[in-house]
């Protein structure tokens, strides 16, 4: 289907051009405006692919809404009129008329939401949306996921069954195995509860949607090998190789060269306003723990009162915190206050994309609470980071540390040049950087008392039972 969807967005973009040209100059398209286009022409379908490939417009088992493939539209649209204008720039004899490319622009994003719409519904109705039974623990963490699965997953998944496992309680039964087309698996479930669910879920060909733990994070890309007639798994701690890292390198410093030159003029206006704003200095610097655990100094700009931790300790900024000043508000939602950053990149300390560096008090924390978090300090810390796109700074340790692995585990180039594209976008969501907020929720408040003690409450919808 990928193939088939790239092929017509490589069509939209001639049929909106020439849609464009024939509005504009109402049908009668002048000779030198139509050997313009001929130029153009050749680039056009590699301008569209790269940005939309980059903004994850053909990642369809994503299970992404219409909003989401909208916005990453109109994205990927601003990326592929720049790359025209740098295009017209290198090769200077070329220029589009401004009325063609913004009546190109809109005709192309209708085009290509409404196939992506079409394909949302055909999955919505049916191909993509699957009864869904999950299968959890009374941890938190568990009731957490499976309210994020009955509220942001309903699209996708029609959930039939919760099955609490307490001990050695009965499994599903098969009544409700033939009802469902997938089953989702907590990840604090017992190993050998969850190879007998995934076992069983495989006779039935019923899709299992794993939470993953870290057991099941570092058998990623694991290294099959073969000792005599006895296969092995070789699993190396999470790092980067030698030409990986030569490579990583070379591009921190080209592009954080050129986003400091790009980005000077906001910075300048920063170290104005800060001062001016609220009392203390504009640049803020603070101890950080980098590669193999090497402590050095992260600057950003001061977003939070002077002193701000000076009565409280080291404390994480929480959803609406006090000490934020005005102007910080606004910087930090749209990360201007990571700016500085740019030069730790330059000075070797941080790498453009890696886990996010975090001071050593809160990894002490973690390192007790979480065992393989010291994997994340196998690598450079990072500007951005997969956690960092895919996550919000609500999320959990936990949950993006699972991120963090992945990135390491799966690290490319091209992983990295897709995660700078992202950025882009949490820069623009103001909801990726707001605080944690003071307390876990409970579960009457995820909505789910009823499904977890059904005893207590009237009987739940019929397509929602309860077993465990």
Not at 209 to 225: D, H, K, M, R
Request: with cysteine; net charge neutral.
């Amino acid at each position: 289907m990928k193939v088939f969807v790239l092929m017509l967005d490589c069509v939209f973009i001639y049929v909106s051009y020439m849609l464009a040209y024939k509005l504009v100059y109402h049908g009668d398209i002048p000779l030198p405006e139509w050997n313009t286009f001929l130029g153009y022409a050749p680039w056009l379908g590699l301008f569209t692919v790269v940005p939309y490939y980059m903004f994850y417009l053909y990642d369809f088992a994503g299970r992404q809404k219409p909003g989401t493939y909208l916005y990453n539209l109109m994205l990927a649209h601003l990326v592929f009129v720049v790359e025209l204008i740098v295009l017209n720039y290198w090769l200077k004899t070329l220029s589009l008329p401004l009325t063609v490319v913004i009546t190109a622009f809109f005709t192309q994003l209708l085009l290509t939401f409404s196939l992506r719409l079409l394909i949302f519904y055909i999955q919505s109705q049916g191909i993509g949306r699957k009864r869904a039974m999950a299968v959890i623990s009374r941890d938190q963490a568990d009731l957490s996921g499976l309210e994020q699965m009955l509220g942001k997953g309903s699209v996708w998944l029609d959930l039939q069954y919760v099955v609490v496992m307490d001990g050695d309680e009965a499994a599903p039964s098969d009544s409700m195995w033939e009802d469902v087309d997938a089953v989702l698996l907590a990840h604090d479930l017992p190993a050998d509860t969850k190879s007998s669910l995934i076992r069983a879920a495989g006779t039935r060909q019923i899709e299992v949607l794993l939470i993953p733990g870290f057991y099941e994070l570092s058998l990623v890309n694991a290294e099959p090998q073969q000792l005599d007639d006895l296969m092995i798994y070789s699993i190396m701690p999470p790092h980067l190789t030698l030409i990986e890292r030569v490579m990583k390198r070379s591009v921190d410093l080209l592009i954080s060269s050129l986003l400091l030159l790009v980005a000077s003029p906001i910075m300048l206006l920063m170290f104005i306003l800060i001062p001016l704003t609220s009392r203390g200095r504009a640049l803020f610097v603070q101890e950080r723990i980098g590669l193999h655990e090497k402590p050095f100094h992260l600057l950003k700009f001061r977003s939070m009162i002077d002193n701000a931790e000076q009565g409280t300790g080291p404390i994480l900024a929480g959803d609406g915190d006090a000490r934020i000043t005005r102007l910080g508000q606004f910087i930090r939602a749209t990360r201007i206050d990571e700016l500085p950053q740019l030069i730790n990149v330059l000075r070797g300390d941080m790498s453009l994309v890696g886990p996010r560096p975090e001071r050593a008090f809160f990894i002490s924390s973690f390192k007790t609470e979480l065992p393989h978090y010291t994997y994340r300090l196998m690598v450079k810390p990072g500007l951005t980071g997969l956690a960092q796109v895919k996550a919000n700074y609500t999320t959990s340790a936990e949950d993006k540390l699972r991120y963090d692995l992945l990135y390491i585990k799966n690290y490319s180039p091209m992983l990295d040049l897709r995660l700078l594209f992202q950025t882009i976008m949490v820069v623009l969501k103001r909801e990726q950087s707001r605080g944690i907020r003071a307390e876990a929720k409970s579960a009457a408040e995820l909505g789910l008392e009823k499904l977890l003690n059904p005893a207590a409450h009237e009987p739940p919808a019929a397509s929602k039972q309860l077993q465990g």
